[in-house]
C-alpha cells in the first residue's frame, strides 16, 4: 500500500523520470532513423553527443542550482522571487552559453576530429553538427526555465511540454530523413532539422506556461551580489560535478571511438539505450532534490527522513524492473537500433553490461539529488572527480591496452566507476543523516 510520502515522491518523480527519458528520446529517435542510413550515419550523429553534452552541461547544472533554490523558496513560502532568480540567471546563461556555442561552431571540426571521429564519416557528422548547436542553445534556455517549475513540484507540465515536442521532433525526423510527401530526402540533415523543431516548440510551450504564472513580471534582470553569492555557493559543486563527468565520458568515448567505426557503433547504441535508464533515474533523483530542498529546514527533518527512505526504495523498485527487462529483451532491444547480424553477439553482450548497471546508476543519483539540496554539493563533486575523470580512464585504459578486453573491458569500468560513486554517495549520506537526526527523536514515515 501506497503511503502519502510514496504518492508525492511518486507525484514529482514519475513524470520528471518519463521526461528525462523522452529527452533522451530525441538522440534515440535520430540513432534509430538514421540508423536505416548505415553504420557510418549512426557514427556521424553518435560522435555529436560528447560536444553536445558538453554545452547542456553547463546548462543542467545551472538549471539544477535553480531547481535547488526555487525548491528552498517553495518551502518557505517566498512565491514571489521565482522570477528574479530566473532572470538573473537566464542573463547569465544568454551571455556565457551563447559565446560558448559560438565557439563550438566555428571549430567543431577540430572538436569532432579530438573527440575520435574517423574520416570516412566526419562530414556528415559535421553537416549534423552544425545545424543541431542551435538547437542544443535553445533547449539550454528551455531547461532553465524549466528549473522553475521543478522547484515547484510541476514535473508533470514538464513532461507535457516535453512529450509535445519529441512528437514534433519524432515527425519532422520522418518527413525529413526519409522524404515522406513532399519533403526532400535529408539523410542526416533532416535528423538536425527535426531536432532544432522540436527544441522550438519545447521553448514556445514552456513561455507561455511561465508567462500564464506571471513569472516574467517579478524581479529584474539586474545582477546583484547577494544573487551571485548564492547561486554560484550552489552551482560551483553542482557544475564541478557535471564538469567532471563530461570530461572523464569525453576521455572515455575518445579511447572507445579509438577500437573502430564497428565498436564504436555498437557501444553508442548502447550508450544510447543506456541512457533512457539514466534519465530516468535523473528525474527521480531531481524529485529527491525537490522534496529535500522543501523540508531542508530543521524543523522538517523527520520528513526529510521519511522522502529519503521512500527514494531509496523506489530506486531498488525500478532498478529491479529495468535489468529484467533489459536482460531479457537484450537481442531484442539491440536488433531495432541495427540491423546487422554480425553486430548481434557483441551488441547483446554489451547490452548486458547496460542491465547490470541500472542498480549502482539509480542508487547513486537518487542520493546525490539529496545530497545537492542538503547542501553537501561540494563532497558530491569530490568523489565525482576521483572517480569520473581519475579512476575510470585508468581503469579503461588498463582494460583495453593491456589487456586487450575491447568494448566489454571500456563496459567493466563504466559499471566499476558507477558502483564506486554509489558507495561514495552511501557513506556520506549516511553521515548527513546522522547529523540532522541523531538527537532527535522521529516519527515513523
Known sequence: MLTSYDRNYLRIGLPAALEGVLMIFLSNADIIMVGTLGTGAIA?????????????????????????????????????????ILKKTMVLVVVFLGLAHIGFFIHLDSILIWMGAQQDYLPDAMIYGLWTLPAVFITSVTVLMQAVMFGRGESMRVLSINIQGNVVNVILNALLIFGLGPFPALGVLGAALGTVGGAIWSLILTVRVLSAWRIFDQGSYRLTRTY??????????????????????????????????????????????????????????????????????????????????????????????????????????FGVYAHDPELLPLGSLIIAYVAVVSFPEAYQMVCAGILRASGKTTQVAAYSFISITIVRPIITYI?????????????????????????????????????????HA???C
Open 44 to 84: 556521424a550523429v553518435s560522435i555529436f553527443t560528447q560536444p553536445r553534452m558538453m554545452l547542456l552541461t553547463v546548462a543542467r547544472s545551472v538549471a539544477a542550482a535553480v531547481t535547488i533554490l526555487i525548491a528552498e523558496r517553495f518551502g518557505q513560502d517566498r512565491h514571489d522571487t521565482y522570477g528574479d
Open 228 to 333: 551571485l553569492r548564492e547561486f554560484f555557493g550552489v552551482f560551483g559543486g553542482i557544475f564541478s560535478e557535471q564538469g567532471f563527468e563530461r570530461i572523464g565520458m569525453v576521455v572515455y568515448t575518445r579511447m572507445v571511438a579509438e577500437l573502430g567505426t564497428i565498436p564504436y557503433a555498437v557501444h553508442a547504441i548502447a550508450m544510447n539505450f543506456c541512457d533512457f535508464y539514466y534519465n530516468f533515474c535523473n528525474g527521480m533523483g531531481k524529485s529527491s532534490t525537490v522534496l529535500a530542498g522543501h523540508n531542508k529546514d530543521q524543523q522538517k527533518r523527520n520528513e526529510w527522513r521519511c522522502y529519503l527512505w521512500t527514494g531509496m526504495r523506489w530506486s531498488l523498485i525500478f532498478s529491479t524492473v529495468a535489468f529484467l527487462v533489459t536482460y531479457v529483451l537484450r537481442e531484442q532491444i
Open 399 to 439: 582494460l583495453l591496452y593491456e589487456f586487450h578486453m575491447g568494448l566489454e573491458g571500456a563496459w567493466l569500468s563504466l559499471a566499476l566507476d558507477q558502483s564506486m560513486r554509489a558507495i561514495c554517495a552511501a557513506i556520506l549520506l549516511r553521515k548527513v543523516y546522522h547529523e540532522r537526526n541523531s538527537k
Open 442 to 444: 522521529l516519527n515513523p
